[in-house]
């Protein structure tokens, strides 16, 4: 029995000549823009075509290109290395978590999980993908959006995009859906557990701010019935009441607005300021992000720091290969096998 995990991301340029095309690959996904062609392509066209240059300078900043394929490709590797040692393929009775199962009765056999990484914006795109799953000819397999939260912008787009191809490729195999995993309990610990350590070490300072930033979104697509603002607010909540700190002060901020369109607010920029205004230690959680990538490594490391002292900002990183976040995917696709 042969299972294919495929995890969706947004992806990034992997050179400067990269760049305009990423973007206008962004740009012209009808969940980013939704206009009717020709204006949809017209507007991707003109959109990368301005903030080609600036998008170049930001890359420029952490080596010509994005680092999210190799942090997703780590990611890959330890999931499948975990799925395979602790599950698949052991024929016997084997416990990850508080469950247990065995493959060994009613004449089950081990089974071999092998994760793929499908990018939205960049290489590799799912017709690449799509491709080399139907040549390992798996028996399931299990869409994983390494986006913790909803929404129809980045996971609503992977999803349709994986099973366009799918059809158009002829990928003919039982594929399940995991759409989000913003309450999951592995998650919610991980977050707690780095954000404590971070929060000790700004103690040192002072009482500490924790600003839980995410990726923000227009208004109007939360008006649609986006869920993403309010899993974000229980993802935060569910942080806070795990960390159980007394007082805590925090706050949900929001970076990466583009355009001149009303946005998810308070603005992370803002808050800071705020901080700063306040004399208080910020401590940083990319709560919506689970790579590395250039709104972490540019805005959140470079931009945003320069506005507060040195010693006054500690950035906790993505979740990246954390043992608990990867247990979170590990578990999520058990519930699906």
């Known amino acids: 029995m042969k299972k294919a995990i495929i995890l969706l991301n947004l992806g990034g340029p992997d050179s400067p000549n990269a760049v305009r095309p990423f973007l206008f690959n962004l740009f ?12 949809r392509f017209l507007l991707a066209k003109f959109i990368s075509a301005k903030r080609e240059n600036t998008a170049r300078k930001i890359y420029e900043q952490i080596g010509g290109k994005s680092p999210i394929l190799e942090n997703t490709k780590m990611q890959a590797e330890a999931l499948e290395q975990e799925l395979n040692r602790s599950v698949f393929c052991h024929p016997s009775s084997v416990e990850l978590g508080s469950r247990k199962k065995n493959w060994s009765h009613a004449g089950m056999t081990p089974e071999l ?14 017709d690449e993908v799509v491709k080399s799953v ?17 929404s129809t912008t980045t996971t609503l787009s992977s999803i349709e995009n994986w099973q366009k191809n799918a059809k158009k490729y002829g990928l003919k195999c039982n594929t399940k859906i995991i759409n989000r995993y913003y309450d999951n309990q592995e998650f919610i610990k991980a977050h707690a557990n780095l954000a404590a350590q971070y929060y000790k070490l700004a103690s040192k300072i002072g009482k500490p701010r924790i600003l839980f930033s995410a990726h923000s979104l227009p208004l109007s697509v939360v008006k649609k019935g986006d ?9 935060v909540k569910l942080i806070v009441k795990k960390l159980d700190i007394k007082d805590l002060d925090w706050v949900i901020c929001y970076q990466s607005k583009i355009g001149p369109i009303k946005w998810l607010e308070p603005s992370t920029e803002s808050e800071l300021l705020r901080a700063k205004a306040d004399g208080v230690p910020v401590v940083l959680s990319p709560i919506s992000f689970v790579s590395e990538h250039s709104e972490t490594l540019v805005e959140l490391d470079i931009e945003y720091k320069a506005m507060i002292k040195d010693e006054h900002y500690f950035r906790i990183p993505t979740l990246g290969t954390d043992f608990l976040f990867i247990k979170c ?4 696709c058990i519930n699906y096998l």
Do not use: G
């Open 28 to 39: 012209y996904d009808r969940r980013i823009i939704n206009l009717p062609n020709p204006f």
């Open 113 to 126: 999980a092998r994760v793929f990484i499908c990018m939205r914006y960049w290489h590799p795109f799912a």
């Open 134 to 150: 139907k040549q390992f000819d798996p028996d399931e397999a299990i869409l994983l959006p390494l986006y913790p939260q909803y």
């Open 227 to 235: 869920p993403y603002a309010s899993q974000i607010e229980e993802t």
């Open 329 to 332: 995917l590990v578990n999520l």
